[in-house]
């Protein structure tokens, strides 16, 4: 017998974390026909979607559900709100690089890496570098052990 | 090896009168002190439709939210206004001259992040062409240069990862080999304010010779301080 879930409320969590990145991965696909009109691009623009795509739908698999606060979910939504402004589709293509890494940073998620690989930093809100921290090599910040945002995930929080 | 001031025709005095507006140096100094995520804002709100403050706290709720745990504190959440203001000061000059201001401002991050380790023997330059003796010079000339005798250090930014192309590769790659003729070892790099992974991929296609060209892209951009 397969066990009940839980409760309502985890159900309603996991719908929701699947609904609004749809939502975003929806919006990214139509971004990007917007962006296939241009020509010489073409190939970057289904690059971008083919590694992007999957990665905002991954995103739906981060079960921390303060990932999906309501004010997170309304970030991604008026993000989506943004990319549907766009009608320029040399603007389509600088947004197609972008959107990704914001819903990313909404979700406090990772679109960095392919989806169901290694994080690879992803972008952090961290603690100024200006006095001499450096990123790695790699392109990933060093881990900043002071942000409470990195405390916050971390595993033995 | 040589550098020179580039010669300035028409469109480059236009562009001077762009580089030269403190709103590029203040975003620029907001941006080298910037984290990441700040930087991503700043890319957002530059390349955004809509210029409305409100609109822009709400997509980035780590940087502006009040929630427990965002994670701000009092003095990041400062910062992230202030490059908030900034990046949407650039996006009102309007469509015509954002692309302009958009170049201006990484090119000027760029130098202002070398200049942390400048020294007399070593300057930071703007605008400047490499010249090799028996070689054609090349008309465009490098964004930013670091001109060391020992070390020297040449340059090339972008906004976008769209921005890469092979004639930036090629002549950054031109650069280094001209140099390693004359026994020098010049480091070439493209600066691009857009993420790793989508220059990564800009790049793959790329059949132009990169392998000793080094990719500082927006997550990164604190390494060009060592």
């Excluded at chain 2, 804002?41 to 409100?54: I, P, Q, S």
């Amino acid at each position: 017998m397969v066990p009940r879930p839980p409760g309502g409320r985890y159900a309603t969590g996991v719908n929701e974390r699947h609904r609004v990145t749809e939502r975003a991965a929806a919006s990214y696909r139509a971004l990007a026909e917007l962006a296939e009109s241009v020509e010489d691009e073409w190939q970057y623009v289904n690059d971008l979607v083919d590694a992007y795509l999957p990665s905002i739908r991954a995103l739906a698999g981060d079960d921390d559900e303060s990932s999906f606060a309501p004010d997170r979910i309304a970030a991604v939504d008026e993000a989506i709100a943004e990319i549907g402004l766009i009608s320029d589709p040399h603007k389509a293509i600088d947004w197609l690089s972008t959107f990704p890494h914001v819903v990313a940073l909404a979700l406090r998620g990772d679109v960095d890496s392919p989806a169901g690989s290694a994080p690879a930093g992803g972008v952090s809100v961290g603690t100024r570098t200006g006095a001499g921290g450096v990123a790695s090599e790699a392109g990933a910040p060093e881990p900043d052990d002071d942000s409470p945002f990195r405390l916050l995930l971390r595993d033995d929080r | 090896m040589r550098f020179q001031d580039a010669a300035r025709d028409a469109r480059a005095v236009v562009y001077a009168g762009i580089q030269a507006d403190p709103l590029v140096a203040r975003t620029a100094a907001l941006l080298a002190r910037a984290t990441a995520a700040e930087r991503l804002l700043a890319r957002a709100v530059m390349n955004g439709e809509r210029t409305d403050a409100d609109v822009w706290h709400r997509i980035f709720p780590t940087l502006f939210g009040e929630g427990e745990g965002e994670g701000t504190g009092e003095d990041l959440r400062h910062h992230a206004e202030l490059v908030l203001a900034a990046s949407l000061e650039v996006a009102n000059r309007g469509e015509a001259a954002r692309s302009q201001y958009r170049g201006a401002v990484v090119e000027e991050l760029t130098a202002q992040l070398l200049a942390s380790r400048a020294t007399s023997s070593a300057p930071v330059r703007r605008e400047r062409r490499v010249l090799f003796d028996g070689v054609r010079a090349e008309i465009h000339p490098y964004d930013v240069t670091v001109e060391s005798a020992l070390r020297p250090e040449v340059y090339d930014c972008k906004w976008g990862a769209r921005g890469i192309n092979a004639d930036v590769l090629n002549q950054l790659d031109d650069a280094r080999t001209h140099a390693a003729d004359e026994e020098i070892d010049v480091k070439v790099a493209i600066v691009v304010f857009d993420s790793r992974r989508s220059c990564e991929l800009r790049l793959d296609r790329s059949t132009a010779n990169r392998e000793k060209t080094r990719l500082v892209a927006l997550e990164a951009l604190d390494e060009l301080r060592v």
